[in-house]
Nanobody
Framework: QVQLVESGGALVQAGGSLRLSCAASGDIFITNAMGWYRQAPGNERELVALIKDGGWTTYADSVKGRFTISRDSAKNEVYLQMNSLKPEDTAVYYC????????????????WGHGTQVTVSS
């Protein structure tokens, strides 16, 4: 079992910045990636950013150049630095730890935190 706890969500004005943190515990060794998804009211949960054990990262097109994902493996923590925030970034942000498979995505297994609210005012 993997437990994930997010923090750092807040109300921020457009153009501002936030840094989200996620602390992982439990059997984190069984995973090979950590990242962030978000879900706005009425929308599906969408990928924001992922970082794999080897350091490879991927970002949603909507956040490229504005958000940066990083991790501290020694602390089992992952971070999301969010700059130049826009009202459309408003959502609940969920931390994930995952076991991802290159050739069989159906086998991918995700563990989720409970989310942290990010609200960007215009």
């Amino acid at each position: 079992q993997v437990q994930l706890v997010e923090s750092g969500g807040a109300l921020v004005q457009a153009g501002g910045s936030l840094r989200l943190s996620c602390a992982a515990s439990g059997d984190i060794f069984i995973t090979n990636a950590m990242g962030w998804y978000r879900q706005a009211p009425g929308n599906e949960r969408e990928l924001v950013a992922l970082i794999k054990d080897g350091g490879w990262t991927t970002y949603a097109d909507s956040v490229k150049g504005r958000f940066t994902i990083s991790r501290d493996s020694a602390k089992n923590e992952v971070y999301l630095q969010m700059n130049s925030l826009k009202p459309e970034d408003t959502a609940v942000y969920y931390c994930t730890a995952a076991t991802l498979y290159k050739s069989d995505y159906v086998r991918d297994t995700y563990y989720w935190g409970h989310g942290t609210q990010v609200t960007v005012s215009s």
